[in-house]
């Protein structure tokens, strides 16, 4: 067990009302949302400056201790948990939550990296701005953990994921030492891209305290769209049409598998199917406009009639209000917790190349099939930018261990399977504990001996979330 002498030294650090020591109140710090992970901690900090972080940075140097960086603990792999030795200690960024600034003219926030995804959404978008980072737990999600986790979510498609939104960091280094790295233009060619190293890092390198991130204008028009069809061929060339009429005006197409749209419809109460067809495979678009709602609303009907025409899609409905625009993304959004009521899930966050999703989903099939006679497949996620979270649910009436069992074998056949596409095993979730045996699989041993002699640079008393990623 950690000294008692050296927790004292941290509380007094951050003051005795901003560390918990209670474990009743820690308890919610130890476990991510999957329940795959718990941990064991004497000690959760809270600072509210950098200067605070800095300072435990040095003592944790100092003492030897290792720390475990932590968001709001939305994250899928276990990378913002300590383990069982209860020898580490959390610092949760939960008080640093300030926007320091939002510059309207140059389209930029300066946030400190406890901000709530939602809350810089909202407060953005109060001055006329967007910012486009979208996730289902965007209410409760900060923007350090979308940083170290290099975030994906429905927006990728038009604006790109974590790291293309951000211009510059603060990040406190693991000797305590702290980086301004903030930046508040688009072009520095000033040497190397010290940020990059740390977006996606999930905390290993430093903690990161605050970000320069970039805003856009807010659109003026929105409109959303289901389609259903026979398959994702037939969804590919959706994608196609869609992007040939609407250009930078499509911010979201979303595939579903049938099974998928069935067990999110018996989740949302109140829920009604989105289209009176019933397909095998459904897609959902979203479009943007920075004119007008008819702008969009002329556009995505130009769509769908097209692909009525040319024998692409079954059916589509078309929201006719902002409240059925929502009630539609919430099938796609609950997709993910809709499955826990249906027994044990196996997950991949993977991405293929696009134009190969149809022949990776058609090749997957059969994989589980082999290893899981009668499992349901869950294929949902963002095929604009080939990102698909491809989830398996036990068979009906199957035992849950023993199906769930079955992850390891799963997950390293499907991946094969994704690297032979030339595609990724982790798309946007991260490594953290879940996926290091994976890594060690699947990435070459080139980037291996550099990604730990990068981490051995910057922190050699290994102190910075270990356990994770390496």
């Known amino acids: 067990m950690m000294d008692k002498k050296l927790i004292e030294r941290f509380i007094k650090i951050v003051g005795v009302n901003h560390a918990l020591v209670d474990q009743d109140v820690i308890s919610s710090y130890l476990v991510e949302q999957r329940g795959l992970y718990h941990g064991r901690t004497p000690l ?8 605070e972080v800095s300072e435990i940075m040095k003592l944790a140097s100092e003492s030897g ?12 792999v276990g990378a913002q948990q300590p383990d069982e030795s209860a020898n580490e200690i959390i610092v949760s ?7 320091r600034s939002i510059d309207v003219e140059g389209n930029l926030a300066l946030v400190e990296a406890g901000v709530v995804l ?18 289902g737990s965007e209410g409760t999600c900060q923007i350090g953990g979308n940083l170290s986790s290099n ?25 305590g030492r702290i980086l301004d790295d903030l930046r508040y233009v688009k072009k520095d060619n000033s040497g190397y891209d010290l940020k990059d190293l740390f977006i996606g890092a999930e905390g290993t390198l430093g903690i990161i305290t605050a970000a320069v991130m970039k805003l856009f204008p807010k659109p003026q028009g929105k409109a959303v769209a289901y389609a259903g069809m026979k398959s994702p061929e037939k969804a590919l060339e959706l994608l196609l049409l869609a992007q040939k009429k609407a250009g930078s005006m499509l911010t979201g197409f979303e595939l579903m598998a049938k099974v998928g749209m069935e067990m999110s419809l018996r989740y949302v109460k109140g829920a009604h199917a989105p289209i ?3 397909s095998e495979w459904y897609v959902l678009l979203d479009l943007s406009s920075s004119h007008s709602d008819g702008e969009a609303s002329n556009t995505i009907e130009d769509i769908l009639a097209d692909a009525l025409q040319q024998g692409i899609i079954e059916d589509a409905s078309i929201a006719r209000s902002v409240s059925q625009q929502k009630e539609f993304w919430r099938l ?63 068979p009906v009436g199957a035992d849950k261990q023993a199906y769930l069992s079955l992850w390891g074998e799963m997950n390293h056949r499907i991946h094969t399977l994704v690297m032979s596409y030339n595609g990724s095993f982790s798309a946007e979730h991260g490594i953290g504990q879940l996926k290091r045996k994976e890594l060690v699989a699947f990435k070459s041993p080139v980037a291996l001996s550099l990604m730990r002699s990068i981490k051995q640079l910057f922190d050699p008393k290994n102190i910075m979330n270990p356990g994770k990623m390496l």
């Open 44 to 51: 959760v900090l809270r600072p509210s400056s950098p200067q």
């Open 65 to 76: 201790t290792p720390i475990v960086p932590q968001g709001g603990n939305t994250g899928l």
């Open 93 to 99: 960024m939960e008080r640093l939550n300030r926007i």
């Open 118 to 135: 939602q809350t810089l959404q909202e407060k953005v978008d109060e001055k006329g701005r967007f910012f486009p980072l979208s996730l």
């Open 151 to 175: 975030a994906g979510g429905t927006g990728v498609l038009a604006y790109g994921n974590t790291r293309e939104l951000c211009l510059g960091l603060e990040v406190v280094l693991p000797d």
């Open 276 to 278: 009176a067809h019933e």
């Open 332 to 394: 796609r959004e609950d997709m993910s917790p809709a499955q826990k009521l249906e027994g044990g899930s196996i997950k991949h966050d993977i991405s293929v190349p696009i134009a190969s999703i149809p022949d990776f989903i058609s090749d997957a099939a059969k994989i589980i099939e082999a290893i899981s006679p009668g499992a349901r497949i869950v294929c949902f996620g963002h095929m604009g930018d080939g990102n698909l979270h491809y989830n398996v649910s036990q």
